[in-house]
Every structure is written in structure tokens, then in C-alpha cells.
């Protein structure tokens, strides 16, 4: 123990004879609380993102319990504290938007309030990088409980994953290869419990990429929501959060150059989500720690894709994931390309994992027999995508990876709405949807938008993947030839901005590379012909993230939250 109780920041609120102080402790009073039960302990809070909007954390509210069981048995005081819940499927245009917004609330809930620690409750996709965004730039000691997947989906005995059998039926469906109902009756078995997507989306990765960064407890990251062990798990991260508090062991102490290339490093042999990279960029800056496009394609070429998951297999589920090993038998597997001397909340990343073993070698690949031979995705460069663009081509048609062809461009969702089944579009197989105004300001918020539609005149004739390119992400569920993440996006005049109908846009992911195969000369008469659109929201949040978020490549978050110093402690008075 290096703290003593006055050395506590609870104490400024609690632990002086000042007649401020004797007004805190009439409140906690107030609520039930003796005056034994709270001074010179250390006060945790439970940032909580329940909500009855909130699918993933439907357990959330009895969770929340288990947490503060374990803050008391370990001489801790928790405060639940609820925090902005970002239900993916419900939150529109994109929860995207608010995920800074998420993390600005963290900080500040937690700078605010007389907190000496933080258990950080989340899970659906974009809470648990923005939790770990406002722990950070807050600094003091936190630790993160994933929701964990829900249930194996189940129709007429057939394994189905929430969202890749979405796309995968939805398309049927819309080709005529299955009925009305049979769709309505699959949608009663794709979601079976509270928990997170059950394929290795995004919720899934960032909770790979928590473990690996070691802000959990060993073997978080692949409970299922629902089974008893994540109620043990989160009373143990409610009993270490305490001694983490006494220790000292602040988060920023937890993250560092190692810590964020293990986390890139278990998101490409993971096969993750594409979203993983600006939400991975964020936390690194957050941190001061450098993190790049590139970081990623040189980590991801050097280490094997050993999940068999959906949507990059098409068999198992996090479910048989769990059962095969979790995640410390995949961190155990991945071992030779990490730093196991990176420090985590429960001792060193190699403690975390020694001793973990597979059971199941066709979830959890060897290394002599990966899934795919390098990372799941690949990061371009080119004419139409000078400051990067991202591919999750272990999702992707093989024989795509190098393709030319004509584009077929939407200038927003609207119009590929309106236009993508009209029998009389100039669409081919061999065609590339183009969709801009899907970026981090021309959405706004960075929709998950790239997963384009087939057109129906080719799911009749048996297509079932194109080529498409845009500046929007792109669910971790999804699968297909999508290049995402195109920056400069459309909205700022990015090349994408000039892409023309029949314009050749020319894809090689071996080589990198996404160009328009358009001459300068002509690109600059597009370009100085080119006028932005107006905004739509002249106010409010949405006016303040588009006047200040950043591009894909560097993160997406608010440039006023990711530079200058600490903000200083609040006076008391």
C-alpha cells in the first residue's frame, strides 16, 4: 500500500474538518451511509451505461451490483453513476457522433466528483473506447469490465451471428431465395440474450484490444454475458479497482508503446473489426503514445489471423470462442508477438496469460496454421486516399483484392437509397460503388454506412460481393470487398469528392493501393469547381463535433480534447 487514507482524493471531500466538508458528509448521511462506512476509504466509482435503449447491456443494472459487492469486500465504497449508454442498432445517425461526447462525460463525471478510482461498465461498440478515452485524460486509477456476447444465434438449427446473417439474409431475401417469412421468423433468433454481438465485431475486438492493452482482469474480454463467471469477473474488477487505488496504479501508468502494439497486434489476429483502428488512434493520443496507419499495416503483416470467426470464417461464434480458450488462450497463442513484460491491472501481461491453454484448434489457430497468414486488415494509400484508407480483406473476395473498374457514385445515403434497385442503373459485377458525404463530418458522425447494398438486378444474377469505397466505417459484423475510412473524406474535397460515373478506380491490396485513374490536369477543374455543402446542424452537439473532429487516420476525436495538459483538480469550497 503506498497511499495513506489523507492522501486520497475523496479525502479533500471528506476527510478535512472544514465546514464544506461536514456538508459532504451530511450528504452521504443522508443517503444511509454511517460516517465508518466511507471516511479514509477509497471511493469508486461505477460508471454504469445502462439503459432500457441499451440491447448489449441488458445485465448491466445486476452487474453493476456484483461490482459494488466486490468494491466492499475489498474496503471500498462504490457509487453506481450512469453515463450516456450508445445502443448501436437504436442511436442514429451514428453513435459514432457521440462517442467523444461519451468520453468527455467520463472525465468529467469522474474530475468532478469525489472519485479515487473507476470501474468503467461497457461493452456495444463505441462505450468502451470512449470510457477508456475519459479514464485517461482523468489519469486516475480505472479498469474496464466488458458486457461480453450474447447467446449463439439459432434458426431451424442453423448457428446465426448478429449482423453477418443480417447482411448475408437480408440479401437472399432480397434476391428471392428466401421468404418473407422466413426472415421474420429468423429475426426472433439472431439476438438471444443481453450481451454484445456475438460474431468479432467491433464490441468483441475492443474488448480483445482492452485485454491487450491490459486494462481488465485476465480473461474479461470473451465471458458471455450471461454465464455466472461474468458476475465473478465483475465483483473481481470491483475487489482490484480498491487495491489498484491504494497502489497507485493509474491508468496512464498502464499504457505505453507495448501496451497499444499488443492491442494492434490481438485486433489483427483477431480478425477485428476496421473500427478498432481510429478508436485504437484515439486512445494512443489520448495517451501521448504514437500510433499510425502505418503502425498498423507493419504490425498486421507480421502477425496471422489464428481466429476462425464470423464474419471472416462462416462456422463459430464468440460462444465457442469462450469454450475453446477465450481470450487468454488466444493472448497465450499470439504470445511471441507481444511484449508480455507490458504492465496490466493485474501484474504483466505474461503473468495474465500464463498457464492458458486451447481446447479447440479450429476456433483458435496455431501459428503454424493461421486462419489467414497476416492481419485481418490492410491499410491503402493512393490517388483517391492520399491520407489512408482501411480494408478488412480477410473478409473480402479473394479474387477482388485486385480489381479495376468503372465507379457507380451516390453522393449520400439518400441517393444509393433512392437509385441502388433501379433495374435501369449502369451497374456491371465488375462496377465500383462509390458512396460519399459518409465521413466523420459529411455523415455527420462517421455512419457504418461502407457495407453498401448489392444492387438487386445483380443478387438476381448470382453477385453476392463488389467493390465498394467509401469515408464511412463499416459494421464489424459486416464482410465483403469494402475499402473504408477514405480521408480526406468527401466533405472536406477529398479526391473522393471528384470521383465521376465511369471513372476507373483501380484496388491491389497486395500492393496497397486504392487510385482513381484520373489525370491531374482534370482532377484540378473538378477541384476548383468542387463547393462544400452546408451543414444541416448550425447548433448544438452536433455543431461542435463538426467544427472540431478530426479525420479517420488520426482518430476522429475532438482536437480540444486531445491536446494541451491535464486539467488541474477542482478547488473545494
Avoid at 489464428?306 to 480458450?325: K, V
Avoid at 480477410?394 to 477482388?400: G, M, R
Wanted: hydrophobic residues 40%; charged residues 20%; contains cysteine.
Amino acid at each position: 500500500m503506498t497511499k495513506k487514507p489523507e492522501d486520497l482524493r475523496s479525502h479533500r471531500w471528506f476527510g478535512v474538518e472544514t465546514m464544506r466538508s461536514a456538508n459532504h458528509r451530511s450528504r452521504l448521511m443522508q443517503l444511509g451511509f454511517g460516517q465508518p462506512e466511507f471516511r479514509g476509504k477509497p471511493v469508486i466509482g461505477i460508471i454504469n451505461t445502462w439503459s432500457d435503449l441499451m440491447h448489449c447491456h441488458g445485465h448491466f443494472r445486476e452487474r453493476a451490483q456484483d461490482v459494488k459487492r466486490g468494491v466492499w469486500q475489498a474496503g471500498g465504497v462504490p457509487m453506481e453513476i450512469p453515463a450516456m449508454a450508445l445502443p448501436e442498432v437504436f442511436q442514429k445517425p451514428s453513435t459514432m457522433l457521440y462517442r467523444n461526447f461519451l468520453a468527455m462525460e467520463t472525465e468529467e463525471i469522474a474530475r468532478s466528483l469525489p472519485l479515487d478510482g473507476l470501474v468503467l461498465m461497457g461493452g456495444c461498440d463505441k462505450t468502451g473506447p470512449a470510457l477508456i478515452m475519459g479514464a485517461i485524460s482523468m489519469g486516475i486509477p480505472a479498469i474496464y469490465v466488458p458486457a461480453g456476447p450474447m447467446l449463439r444465434g439459432n434458426w431451424r438449427g442453423k448457428k446465426l451471428g448478429s449482423g453477418s446473417d443480417v447482411w448475408k439474409y437480408y440479401s437472399e431475401l432480397r434476391a428471392g431465395t428466401i421468404k418473407q417469412s422466413d426472415w421474420n421468423e429468423m429475426e426472433a433468433g439472431l439476438s438471444r440474450s443481453a450481451g454484445t454481438c456475438m460474431t468479432a465485431g467491433t464490441a468483441s475486438t475492443m474488448a480483445i484490444a482492452a485485454e491487450a492493452l491490459g486494462l481488465t482482469l485476465p480473461g474479461a474480454a470473451s465471458i458471455p454475458a450471461v454465464d455466472s463467471g461474468h458476475a465473478r469477473m465483475a465483483a473481481a474488477a470491483g475487489s482490484r479497482i480498491v487495491g489498484m487505488v491504494w497502489e497507485d496504479l493509474t491508468i496512464t501508468k498502464l499504457l505505453d508503446q507495448r501496451s497499444l502494439d499488443n492491442a494492434v497486434a490481438a485486433t489483427m489476429a483477431f480478425g477485428g473489426s476496421t473500427n478498432a483502428i481510429p478508436h485504437l488512434i484515439a486512445i494512443a493520443r489520448r495517451a501521448g503514445i504514437a500510433m499510425d496507419l502505418e503502425r498498423f499495416d507493419a504490425i498486421s503483416a507480421r502477425v496471422p489471423l489464428i481466429a476462425n470467426l464470423r464474419p471472416n470464417g462462416d462456422t463459430h461464434l464468440m460462444e465457442d470462442f469462450f469454450y475453446a480458450g477465450g481470450s487468454r488462450g488466444f493472448l497465450a497463442t499470439l504470445a511471441p508477438h507481444l511484449a508480455l513484460d507490458a504492465v496490466t491491472v493485474n501484474g504483466t501481461l505474461g503473468a495474465q496469460i500464463e498457464g492458458a491453454e486451447v481446447y479447440d484448434r479450429d476456433v483458435i489457430r496455431g501459428l503454424d496454421n493461421p486462419f489467414y497468414p497476416e492481419g485481418g486488415v490492410a491499410i491503402l494509400r493512393g490517388s483517391l486516399a492520399p491520407d489512408g484508407a482501411v480494408i478488412k480483406h480477410s473478409a473480402a473476395s479473394p479474387e477482388k483484392l485486385r480489381h479495376t473498374g468503372p465507379a457507380v457514385v451516390f453522393e449520400d445515403y439518400n441517393d444509393l437509397d433512392a437509385r441502388l434497385d433501379d433495374p435501369n442503373l449502369n451497374v456491371t459485377a465488375d462496377s465500383v460503388l462509390v458512396l460519399r458525404q459518409a465521413g466523420p463530418q459529411g455523415g455527420p458522425g462517421f455512419p457504418e454506412w461502407g457495407m453498401m447494398p448489392i444492387p438487386k438486378k445483380l443478387l438476381a444474377e448470382g453477385v453476392r460481393d463488389m467493390v465498394r469505397v467509401s469515408d464511412a466505417r463499416m459494421s464489424g459484423t459486416s464482410y465483403g470487398t469494402c475499402v473504408l475510412h477514405v480521408a480526406p473524406e468527401a466533405a472536406l474535397g477529398g479526391p473522393l469528392a471528384l470521383v465521376r460515373d465511369g471513372d476507373m478506380i483501380s484496388l491491389d491490396v497486395p500492393g496497397r493501393r486504392i487510385d482513381l485513374l484520373v489525370d491531374e490536369a482534370e482532377l484540378a477543374k473538378r477541384r476548383a469547381a468542387w463547393t462544400p455543402r452546408t451543414a444541416p446542424q448550425q447548433r448544438g452537439w452536433t455543431a461542435l463535433y463538426q467544427r472540431t473532429v478530426g479525420q479517420a487516420d488520426t482518430g476522429c476525436d475532438l482536437d480540444f480534447l486531445e491536446r494541451g495538459e491535464p486539467s488541474p483538480e477542482p478547488e473545494i469550497h
